[in-house]
């Protein structure tokens, strides 16, 4: 049979391939750079590993565990160390750590009386009922006030999307928190009765999902998939253009520098949507891509800065901060990378990753480097107490970094969904729609994996009865 064609070498394309093969289904992957991986990229250099996609995996889903497994890395995982549970916000010019307990957060300086009470009241909110769409702001600001939104919420969408809380949808962006008040009309009794309920699923909420990593980095896991294509992997070629057949797909590629052209018996897009939105398709049914051209990717760079231990005050025994806008700061918040995991930093020696850019300071991210280390060593100063010079710098720029799931942002996914009614055997995968995640990511992968496994059958039997009747 013909294969399947994935476009993106991305963790989701990745994945997809390595459980298609799995399956015994043929995949050929074609990526348009010059590596596989897509944002996760890890680094040694002097001592130093620097992560500048992700710094690490979180065991949301039973179909994390079971990749690693799979993909024989069960050996080289990294769980983080014990004592680098703390999570900081900042306020007061200062990182404060979260609570994590009921008594922590009634007895922490990081919220007001007024706040804490706010929480204590939140139970007793009416649910929104009117149908109407709002914004993580909107539903924060009415549920738990605006201080809880200022100095939690801000950071919280800081850290995972680089987004705007006033933009980003709280049922497309972050529907679990929706589901709660859909469901049991309050986030604290939600999350309570909904515990047993994800338990049963085999779940776990993403602030205490388990998260590790490699010995080699997050890498590991990408170079690991792309070993096993081997030939299956193209890289440096461009799908230029896809056709719809009687039988599956016609791809016109262009390989390094040569045009050609493939067959396929479908197609799995997992690349990014501004680039879907200029991919040119060919179906039976008209199909308007062009839409997906209007989807946000605020730019983002990571800056990773390593230092002596005795020039940074901050103990940084813990995962990282997250600093809302309203302290004034430039980084959008720092990861202890060398608290978290061993042999990220020299003996004696501290690795920071901070990032910079987002719907916050857009204009920020594509400084020179230079630039972007002097201004996060000025805040990491104020914030940890660094003084002294950087024994490592290293920055990559990301133009387009995370797609944004601003209010109205369902209607992409519906159009993604009547793209897939309307043109058989095209199916989309990715972060641009399944989640912003690693682990979003990689469930996607699994999933339209699965899809496909029931896909094929079906479309080889219809091959079948068109050779008959032409025989």
């Known amino acids: 049979m013909k294969s399947v064609a994935i476009i993106g070498a991305g963790i989701t394309g990745l994945t997809a391939a390595f459980y298609l093969k799995r399956k015994g289904i043929p995949v050929t992957v074609y990526e348009a750079s010059e590596r596989g991986g897509g944002v996760i990229q890890s680094l ?20 994390i565990t079971l990749l690693v497994r799979d993909a024989g890395l069960e050996s080289r995982r990294l769980n983080p160390d014990p004592r680098a549970e703390a999570r900081y916000v900042v306020r007061y010019k200062r990182p404060i750590a979260m609570p994590s307990s009921p008594l922590g957060f009634f007895t922490t300086s990081l919220f007001t009386a007024k706040a804490k009470f706010a ?51 709280v049922l497309q962006a972050f529907p679990k928190l929706a589901q709660l008040e859909a469901r049991y009309g309050s986030l604290i009794k939600g999350q309570i009765l909904g515990a047993r309920e994800r338990k049963q699923r085999g779940e776990v909420a993403k602030d205490r999902a388990p998260k590790f990593s490699f010995d080699g980095g997050l890498q590991v896991l990408p170079d690991t998939l792309r070993e096993r294509l081997g030939d299956d992997l193209h890289l440096n070629t461009s799908v230029v253009k896809l056709t719809q057949t009687a039988d599956g797909w016609t791809l016109a590629l262009r390989e390094r520098g040569q045009d050609t052209q493939a067959e396929h018996s479908a197609v799995i897009y997992a690349g990014t949507a501004f680039k879907l939105a200029e991919l040119r398709v060919e179906t039976e049914a008209p199909l308007d891509f062009a839409p997906f051209s209007e989807i946000r990717y605020p730019p983002v760079a990571s800056v990773v800065l390593g230092f002596r231990r005795e020039d940074v005050a901050h103990p940084c025994a813990g995962f990282g901060m997250l600093i809302p806008r309203v302290e004034g700061f430039k980084i959008l918040g720092t990861i202890f990378s060398s608290s978290l995991f061993p042999n990220r930093a020299p003996a004696g020696h501290l690795t920071l990753t901070s990032y910079v850019g987002g719907e916050r300071y857009p204009e920020l991210a594509s400084l020179i480097p230079e630039k972007l280390f002097a201004l996060t060593c000025a805040d990491l100063r104020v914030l940890l107490g660094v003084r002294g010079k950087p ?40 972060h641009y729609r399944d989640g912003v995640s690693l682990s979003d990511s990689i469930v996607s992968g699994c999933n339209v994996a699965d899809r496909i496994e029931k896909y094929v059958p079906a479309a080889k039997q219809a091959e079948q009865n068109e050779i008959g009747k032409a025989a």
């Open 44 to 63: 040694r250099q002097d001592g130093y590993l620097a992560e500048f996609g992700p710094n690490t995996l979180l065991e949301t889903s039973p179909k």
């Open 119 to 169: 929480v204590l009241r939140e139970p007793f909110v009416p649910a929104r009922r009117d149908g109407k769409e709002e914004s993580i702001a909107e539903f924060v600001q009415r549920r738990l006030g605006q201080e809880f939104l200022d100095h939690a919420i801000d950071a919280l969408v800081a850290g995972v999307y680089a987004g705007d809380p006033y933009k980003l949808s």
């Open 391 to 430: 024994t490592f710098q290293h920055s990559v720029f990301y133009p387009r970094a995370i797609p944004q799931y601003n209010v109205g942002f369902g209607r992409y996914r519906q159009l993604m969904t009547d793209i897939e009614t309307k043109a058989p055997g095209l199916f989309l995968a990715g």
